[in-house]
């Protein structure tokens, strides 16, 4: 069965800091990665998707990039702010349509 | 109009009531999904229909019934819960992938706060 980990679980940071959340996966066959934010009460909001042929995607300060061999995903944020702040969640999708979540990095940039 | 759509927002509901919860997609999508977000403990798939039929049931209790009437509707009726049944709800959708299209992007709502007293 598909596992998902996220690393740390949680992550305080000054404003300005660049910083790297990572999410591992233990069966590397998947078709897609995606990261997901989620501000506290609210649903799910998808920053980035990654298809498994692909190594990396982009939009505006953020950075995921995907390792399919190694089972490994970093999203990367640069020059982070305040509005940042809020739980990021990695989620691998398998056969068809099941989704695997990991447990989420809670991250707190100070301003 | 947000693509996925929760109502009620915020539901109090004793023990003993029926209530449910209703969830709505607007993006041509043909697999729903419920989910489960309790406090400091990871998303837990409940149910999933793919073209308005269960297909699976993660050993949820009874007291949780889903209905799909159809491919953009989905509710989760509510009965006899318990204190520990408090959580965040979250509906979500996507579409079915094959062989040759792989399933994609899920979609989340903003989901049903339920507090059972």
């Known amino acids: 069965k598909q596992e998902v980990t996220q690393i740390p679980a949680a992550l305080s940071v000054p404003e300005g800091e660049n910083l790297v959340l990572n999410c591992s996966f233990t069966?590397?066959?998947?078709?897609?990665l995606q990261w997901f934010r989620q501000d506290p009460g609210k649903g799910l909001t998808s920053l980035l998707l990654?298809?498994?042929?692909?190594r990396e995607q982009t939009s505006g300060r953020l950075n995921a990039s995907l390792d399919k061999s190694s089972g490994r995903s970093t999203l990367y944020i640069a020059a982070s702010q305040p509005g940042d702040s809020a739980t990021y969640l990695c989620?691998?999708?398998?056969?068809?349509?099941?989704?695997?979540f990991g447990s989420g990095t809670k991250l707190n940039v100070k301003p | 109009e947000t693509g996925v759509t929760q109502t009620p927002r915020h539901l109090v509901m004793g023990m003993t009531n029926k209530k449910s919860l209703k969830c709505e997609q607007h993006?041509?999508?043909?697999?729903m999904y419920w989910y489960k977000q309790s406090a400091k403990k990871p998303l837990e798939l409940m149910f999933v229909?793919?073209?308005?039929?269960?297909?699976e049931n993660n050993s949820v209790p009874s007291r949780f019934s889903p209905e799909c009437p159809n491919s953009s509707h989905l509710f989760l009726h509510l009965h006899t819960l318990q204190p520990e049944d408090s959580a965040l709800y979250l509906c979500?959708?996507?579409?079915?992938?094959?062989?040759?299209?792989?399933?994609?992007?899920?979609?989340f709502g903003e989901g049903s706060w339920l507090t059972v007293v």
């Open positions: 993006l041509g999508h043909n697999a």
């Open positions: 979500a959708s996507s579409q079915v992938g094959t062989v040759t299209l792989p399933g994609n992007t899920i979609y």
């Open positions: 990654i298809q498994s042929s692909q």
């Open positions: 989620a691998v999708s398998g056969n068809f349509n099941k989704f695997y």
């Open positions: 069966d590397s066959a998947i078709y897609n």
């Open positions: 229909y793919n073209f308005k039929e269960q297909t």
